[in-house]
């Protein structure tokens, strides 16, 4: 299977690559990617919703704004993607039950997998269909599948791609890791129909959304590894 999409933007945000530049960089030096947890800026949510975001969320939002306003074009469907979702706050959750009976009603409220598309929904005033998944190590595949789904039947004419990772507690239980571990980060596309990228599925079916983001970046040519 090849994926074919018309691209009308990439861009990613992670606390030691917060700009274009920096991930241009990286994507062209072969360098691994540098994992961290550490803050992300957020300047196109309002503090008020902001604060209420773990890392993660927060910065697959703003990605998702950014490249609609470089783009001026406004995605009618968007997929966002996790592996991990918002672990942190079931982890959270279920510390704060064991320690004093109690849950803060935020964590509640913001516990569930499309927290990002409903803080995204809430900022951009866009209410478009979204879908939010997570499944291992075929999210790459999983989420292209969606969007050239969506805009080779005609229900979208644009569509906005984010994966993104919050930070992973192991409080409870090991969790398990197959790859490499990146930290926060968030990786997002416009995509529309056409053939400016391709891709096959055999070769997204070996990789994560850091070494998407290098491939693309590299115009096809570079090295996946991240």
Not at 13 to 38: H, I, M, T, V, Y
Not at 57 to 84: G, I, N, T
Not at 187 to 210: C, E, N, Q
């Amino acid at each position: 299977m090849i994926f074919s999409f018309g691209m009308e933007g990439a861009l990613g945000l992670s606390p030691e690559l917060p700009e274009r530049s920096d991930w241009e960089k990286w994507a062209a030096s072969g360098r691994p990617f540098p994992e961290s947890d550490g803050r992300i800026s957020s300047p196109d949510i309002p503090m008020m919703l902001s604060r209420r975001l773990l890392p993660g969320d927060r910065a697959a939002v703003e990605v998702l704004l950014h490249l609609q306003k470089d783009a001026d074009l406004v995605p009618d469907f968007v997929v966002f993607a996790s592996r991990h979702g918002e672990l942190l706050r079931s982890v959270t959750m279920l510390s704060s039950l064991a320690d004093d009976g109690t849950v803060s009603p935020t964590e509640f409220s913001n516990s569930v997998q499309n927290t990002p598309a409903a803080y995204y929904s809430m900022v951009s005033g866009n209410h478009a269909e979204s879908v939010s998944l997570s499944s291992g190590d075929d999210i790459v595949t999983m989420a292209l599948t969606e969007a050239s789904a969506a805009i080779m039947s005609g229900d979208a004419k644009c569509c906005g791609l984010v994966f993104y990772e919050n930070p992973v507690s192991n409080a409870i239980m090991e969790i398990p890791r197959d790859g490499p571990s990146y930290g926060t980060f968030a990786a997002g596309f416009l995509l529309r129909k056409g053939s400016s990228f391709r891709i096959a599925s055999s070769l997204t079916d070996t990789m994560d959304p850091v070494q998407l983001m290098r491939y693309i970046l590299t115009g096809g040519d570079g090295d996946v590894a991240a």
